[in-house]
């Protein structure tokens, strides 16, 4: 199973902010698209990602006037992105060494989609079931 594979089902859709908007305002996106990270993107260019965990760290570090900041303040600025050919077992074993839950699909330097740890769960409990319902068959017709 592929990344391209996910995003096939899910669709390419990738929602992002450009790094002068204000924090509330990319918190607002968030919150209103029920997601836990959006891309910063400058032109067409990533520069970088605004997580549910950078907010959250950013808040207890100086608080609340921070959501009047403008994003690049805040944003992870070192982006680890995948290919639409990486497996997903890849994928799934980087985002926990480095610890993050949501990752841009990048071809030929294009931000060409978005996946998150909920989306590669998603997609392996529906193998699974795949997997159950054809040996089922298989018994059956044993």
Same mark, same amino acid.
């Given at each position: ?13 990738v929602l992002?902010v450009?790094p ?22 400058? =032109?067409?260019?990533?520069e970088?990602?605004?997580?549910? %965990?950078?907010?959250? %760290?950013?808040?207890?570090? %100086? ?13 992870? %600025? ?5 290919? =639409?050919?990486?497996?997903v ?14 990752l ?20 392996r409990? =529906? ?5 159950q ?10």
């Amino acid at each position: 199973m592929t990344v391209r594979s996910i995003l096939d089902s899910k669709g390419h859709q990738v929602l992002s902010v450009e790094p002068d908007a204000k924090l509330a305002a990319a918190v607002k996106i968030l919150g209103e698209k029920k997601i836990g990270a959006v891309l910063v993107m400058s =032109q067409g260019r990533m520069e970088g990602i605004l997580s549910e %965990r950078d907010i959250v %760290r950013v808040l207890s570090e %100086r608080g609340a006037h921070v959501l009047e900041e403008p994003v690049n303040g805040v944003m992870t %600025r070192k982006v680890v992105s995948c290919r =639409q050919s990486d497996t997903v077992a890849g994928i799934m074993e980087m985002m926990t060494l480095g610890k993050f839950r949501h990752l841009p699909v990048v071809e030929d330097g294009k931000v060409v989609g978005l996946i998150s740890i909920g989306d590669i769960v998603k997609r392996r409990v =529906q193998e699974y079931e795949n997997e159950q319902e054809a040996l089922q068959n298989y018994i059956k017709t044993a």
